[in-house]
């Protein structure tokens, strides 16, 4: 689920059509309903040794949202959301299926719950708790779509069990997040028993600056000690060009496994340029892992808007690291 910021927000480039991306379902005696939903179709070659190209199904999603107020004051709110992912695994293949014309490896889809939380929403800030984002899900500024080999990434972004509060006053804006279960944690087989989270963000805008720093701790990471995880992004970003917009990060990444303690400093900077239609954008990204040679990463790409709620893109790539081609890719997202 994670989304770059140019997948996120092109504004300028978005505007060339009509409504933002969501459908309202109902809005009577104080309940709101909306869906929105998105499909995303590539064609990658990967950055890395003899890669080939191949078509990717590369995001689908659907969300329900819905918000009831109680007073003037206060709203409680509910959301279910649902993921569509590329599975490459081959073992659950059925009969039929072979019946039907299907290839052994030929790669299928899942459908996942990804969120499903209620909450409270008011002048105070949301406060939502059940399966959501964490955080660092929203962190990076880079404007690549698949090619930022080597920018900053935490290791936990996702979990079933989450508290969250958000405040946005429009200048000032923070959150922060916690949980405390492993079994709610993504891609965290080897996790303790009882993995906590801990999260916080807080960002500051002004004229035409954006800038927020974002910081992530996780204990009891793995199930044969006490180990820990963090991780931090400083990001600022800035819109008073015309058409251009510039942004710059560094983060570092700390985890201590069996006492063995391992750094990893990341440096990203990109920008990007919008006439009419038309979006180009590039990027830049370092990696600096203790104990290995600093690799370097590169990527340029093109979006067209087809529509406020379609755009194509072309994109390529390409990373210093050792054996490593370079890549590209080509795709299309339609969204409501």
Known sequence: MKKTILAMAVPALLAAGSASASINLYDAEGVKVDASGAAEVQYIQEIGNNQDGKWRLDDGDFAINTEVAVSDKLSVIGAMAFEFEMNDANSNYKDNDVAAGVETGENRSNVENDELYVGFKGDWGQFTAGRQYLLMDDSGITKDYELSANSFGADYEQAAQVGKYVYDNGTFYGAATYTDKSDG???????????????????????????????????????????????YNFEIEYAGIENVGLAASIGRTSSDIGGIDTDTDYTSIAADYTMGKTTFAIGYDNKDEDGKSDVNGYYANVTYALHSNAHVYAEVGDSDEDEKDWGYVAGMEVKF
Do not use: F, M, P, T
Not at 196 to 206: D, K, P, S, T, W
Not at 211 to 217: G, H, P
């Open 185 to 231: 944690i993504d891609d965290n087989s080897q996790a303790g028993d009882d993995v906590r989270v801990y999260e916080a963000r807080l960002g500051y805008r002004v004229a035409d600056v954006d800038a927020r720093v974002y910081y992530q701790k996780a204990d009891n990471v793995d199930r044969n000690g006490n180990d820990d995880k963090d991780a």
